[in-house]
């Protein structure tokens, strides 16, 4: 039966209790109710939430974990942690993409993320030549989320030059490299997999790596209605590029030249100043705040409280994957504010008291409109995305409506998450992925061949 009755569910309103929730054999919620009647035989469970959104990945990268963490022989940052995903991404091929891809969802789901944008950018064989099928890649990421069950939110990404002033690409960039037609092929080869589970569309790299002519070609050849995203002002060497080239920061250059709306999320947005802060939260554009890799990578803190005080739309991604939880980049996302301003509870008004909810329903939010996909929410209509959380748990004992996000977000390391439904189907139960042992068999089999190469 496609259904389940929770004692708690948050709703776009607020916590509710006895919910019944149904939904349809293509995965879309039918009814929500509150204050209904447990019908006979209907599976149930204590505290239910929508399952959350991820809004940046680099699905390769999760092969990268934890193998980057060595000093070099000067300051190490951003741009030489980039010079060891190069060599990395040099050899990957499609069979080892997608067993990568597929390991990083499964993981994705069992921490609570029900969907997924992929910023996708190795199109190209490692000679740098298109595949036979220039879609290859990928489709390869496509079939990963078919066999986690994941939504995904497929962005093939338009990446051209190797910095501002239309430089040459340098021969480790060359699986990277492609123009706007080559996108738009990809985009169109992609078409027929479009579903409630599946969406396509685009995303210039940077202002580093697309020229704003480009940009402006592919935004007004995309359909209306499809996402698109772009990575911007992510360390301050960027910053200083942009003003050298353009006399702008990346952020006042990207309004300035192209008409940023509500289609729009700008990943990272880490460095901007107080006239970029009011720009962008007035565009409608959702800023992609990635907590975990923008702390790994020594990037910086976005300057979030002044954001939210205009208004600003926001949602989480894991980008490099060092975490799979969306609990950790919410922790981090408050603490990192907390540390900037010196105080408590930043994500929070007069009239919005509980910061973990507000955390999670404006991440949900953000992140449905990042997706371009009809996800974020418990109501009618909405995919049908959720968590059971295990409400044996101690963590959860004696929890209030008003105490459970609380726990979640901030009390512990254990993960709260026991099932998780995506888009109609049950895929994790019991905190186990219904293929975890076949997914991470595929993945050992794909890592222990790059992991001979990396050097």
Known sequence: MNALFARHALLPEGWRGDVLVEWDARGALTRVQADARAP????????????????????????????????????????????LMYRFAASITPEQAEAIAAQLFSECLRHGYTSLCEFHYIGRDPAGELYARPAEMAERIAAAGQ???????????????????????????RRFRSDVDTVLRIVEALAPLRSGQLEVGAAPHSLRAAGIAQIRELAA???????????????????EQSLAFSGWRPVEYLLENIGIDERWCLVHATHLNED???????????????????ANLGDGLFPLGEYLAL??????GSDSHVSQSPVEEL?????????????RNVVSSSTRRDVALNLWQDALAGGAQAAGRAVGALEAGRRADLLVLDSAHPNLEGALDADVMG???????????????????WVVQGGRHMAQDTIARRYRQAINPLLEART
């Open 40 to 83: 006979i035989g209907v599976p149930r469970a204590d505290y239910v939430v929508p399952g959350m959104a991820n809004l940046h990945s680099h699905a390769f990268q999760r092969a990268l974990g934890g193998l980057t963490e060595h000093a070099g022989d000067g300051p190490d940052s951003f741009w030489t942690w980039r010079e």
């Open 147 to 173: 066999q986690s069950g994941i939504g995904l939110t497929l962005l093939p990404v338009l990446y051209s030059h190797s910095g501002f002033g239309e430089q040459a690409l340098k021969p480790e960039q």
């Open 221 to 239: 050849a995309l359909p209306k209605d499809r996402p698109l995203h772009i990575h911007i002002a992510e360390q301050q060497g960027e910053v």
């Open 276 to 294: 970029e802060v009011r720009a962008l939260a007035g565009s409608g554009a959702v800023a992609g705040i990635c907590p975990t890799t923008e």
């Open 311 to 316: 208004g600003g739309r926001w949602g989480i």
């Open 331 to 343: 922790r981090w996302l408050e603490y990192g504010q907390r540390l900037a301003h010196l105080r």
């Open 407 to 425: 726990r979640l977000v901030f009390c512990g390391n254990d993960n709260l998450v026991r099932d998780v439904l995506a888009g109609g189907r």
